[in-house]
């Protein structure tokens, strides 16, 4: 069983969707299901709406899943977990106030030490602990040896006790801290392999830990994706335009293309423009890079176009707002200098809007309005263009701008004789 476990906290970054596409991927090729686990449960952070909006990018990206869950739902879990892990002396009630803690932390700062918790209420005798009426928090006590997880990408990592520490699994409020619900869900869920992004890298060994402290003897792998850097070299954060899923599909960039590019980062497929489908068949989480992927806009666009010119015409006719192949067929002239729907509707919109001519071809415009709009059909551009400039008397300069202005809405452009061959039936609302 894989999962993909994003929260409703603010639209899908694209290195969630890269996680969410590998995991589609690995699942299909071991034939495993794949569950989408909302992680709710820090619900002051939680934007309504936002949990649905995930559901319907992974839909639009053909990611397939099994079941969606929702952390919140496991919270009986978690705090019976607690309950044994305390039973047990695995984990402990911890009384220190934020303030104590707070002052521990600038001392270690100051002292230019990693901080860690010291135990303070690690063996407090039972009778303080239950007398106690402060507020108090529960933490598993840190692991007595080292942790190694196996990672496809990292190879084997090792964490030693001290890195993990005795962390809080249980906060004030008794609401399961991340990484104890995250630790438990994938181990109600029989997880067998986890991916997601580095970051994550220092909740492996805590989770890791709280498993093996509640016996859970399955050995999960592991496969941390090296982080997307922006075009400036940081890591990419929500500043970063292209940062968001939902901004790129509204520039117009076609979820197959954003997929292709996500996948090819970092990897080395053996062809630069495929479908997810194709990339089941010889994806590999071994060959990924162990370095940092930089987005590159530039690549992405290439890819779109490469996308967009296989679209069936009609498919992309319907993206620039048209039902017609003929226009999608129009639409792909114009990728010549478009590379995205959103582009490319700049481009097929002003054909059918009311034209804005310049002052200095106004007159000549007026004549050859006129002589289209009376002119019969022709098949062919050269003889549309020979009947129109012997009937008009315009030549040169005076006819060819005219005639681009008014068939096309713009000063430059691909061929008239090739934008031509799709307006053909469309002269007359073309030209009103």
């Known amino acids: ?44 952070r939680n934007i309504e709406g936002k949990d649905q909006e995930i559901l319907n990018i992974l839909d639009l990206f053909g990611i397939e899943y099994s079941q969606v869950m929702y952390q919140s739902q496991n919270v009986r879990f978690h705090t019976a977990m607690a309950l044994q892990l305390i039973h047990e002396k695995k984990a402990f009630s911890c009384f220190c106030s934020s303030d104590w803690l707070d002052k521990k932390r600038d001392e270690a700062k100051n002292n230019k030490i990693a901080y860690r918790y010291d135990d303070a209420c690690a063996n407090l005798p039972a009778e303080l602990v239950i007398d106690n009426m402060n507020p108090f928090t529960i933490r598993i006590k840190k692991p007595d040896e080292t942790i190694t997880i196996k990672d496809h990408i990292k190879g084997n990592v090792s964490f030693e006790p001290n890195e993990v520490d005795s962390f809080i699994i249980m906060r004030q409020d008794k609401t399961p801290t991340y990484n104890f619900a995250c630790a438990v869900d994938d181990m109600l869920s029989d997880i067998s392999l986890i991916i997601r992004g580095e970051d994550h890298m220092s909740n492996t060994p805590k989770q890791d830990h709280i498993r093996a402290s509640l016996k ?98 009609k498919e992309l006719s319907r993206y620039v707002g048209f039902a017609d192949g003929e226009i999608g067929e129009l639409a792909k002239v114009y990728l010549e200098e478009a590379s995205t729907t959103k582009e490319l509707k700049t481009k097929i919109e002003p054909i059918f809007a009311q034209k804005i001519i310049p002052e200095e071809f106004m007159e000549q415009s007026k004549i050859m309005s006129e002589t289209i709009r009376n002119a019969p059909y022709f098949e062919e551009y050269e003889d549309f263009k020979n009947y129109i400039m012997k009937e008009s008397g315009l030549k040169g300069k005076n006819f060819f701008k005219p005639l681009r202005l008014l068939l096309t809405g713009a000063e430059h452009g691909p061929d008239v004789a090739e934008v031509y061959k799709y307006l053909k039936n469309y002269i007359g609302e073309i030209v009103k």
């Open 216 to 313: 859970y003897d399955k050995k999960i792998e592991y496969a941390h994706l090296p982080i997307i850097l922006n075009d400036i070299g940081k890591k990419m954060s929500k500043r970063d335009d292209a940062s968001s899923v939902k901004w790129l599909l509204e520039e117009g960039f076609l979820p197959s293309a954003i997929a292709n590019y996500l996948i090819l980062m970092g990897n080395k497929p053996p062809k630069e423009i495929f479908e997810i489908k194709e990339a089941i068949e010889w994806f590999s989480l071994d060959a990924i890079s162990k370095s940092p992927a930089r987005f590159d806009m530039d690549m992405l666009r290439h890819i779109n176009k490469e996308h967009l010119k296989n679209l069936d015409a």
């Open 1 to 44: 069983m894989l999962r993909f476990a994003p929260s409703p906290t603010g639209d899908m970054h694209i290195g969630n969707l890269r996680v969410a596409l590998f995991n589609y991927i690995v699942a299909k090729q071991k034939n495993e299901d794949l569950i989408i686990r909302i992680e709710d449960t820090d619900k002051e």
